[in-house]
């Protein structure tokens, strides 16, 4: 099969090093690049580490995004579309954001070929996913995590969007300072919103262009 046909699966770096991660192209979702343009200030997506990233210095990862954003999200993936798994955890959406239900539906599909690993996705599209699991079950292996749009604004565990297991929640550097519990340390050394726990409330302080903020 041409390569083009494939899902491609990303090797992350930096917090999310040692993780792999199946990615979409934030730069042309029309959602982010909504919310992106943002004149609000407690909007997290205004400073999107992503939207820098793939207009700069890691510009040339748009080309496989962008399939990754044309596959997912125009049909239903055949089998031999979906790549080797042999992972633990997999990230959904280190880059990018959910597209549509189709999109969605590939998501399902490649959890339930690999039942072995586990699946968190990180979504804002709340719409999307009660949509589609109103009508569909969920994977028990994919762990939903609600990406709180808004700054200072923790949505805590009696809160959570349904279907969703978490919330990952952004506040500035000096506020909630006892909730922060996502504190630097990269993700292969924590893990908490990758396995399901009694963890629900996820919190970090803003980061730009992953470096803390401290006039946020």
Known sequence: MNKNDLIHISKMTGKLESLKAISTNTVTNNFCLKMNKTK??????????SHSMLNTYRKNM??????NSDLLSKKELKNNQIPFINELYIR????????????LHNIVLICNKYKRTNFALWSKRKDIIKKYFDNNKKPSNLILVYSNPKINNIIDKNNIPKYFNKTFNNVSHDKFINKQNCTGQKCKDCFKCYEFNNINTIVEAVKINGRLDKNI
């Open 40 to 49: 609000s200030d407690n909007i997290i997506c205004k400073f999107c580490y």
């Open 62 to 67: 748009q080309n496989c995004l962008q399939r």
């Open 92 to 103: 959904i959406n280190a880059h990018g954001e959910l597209i549509n239900e189709m999109h």
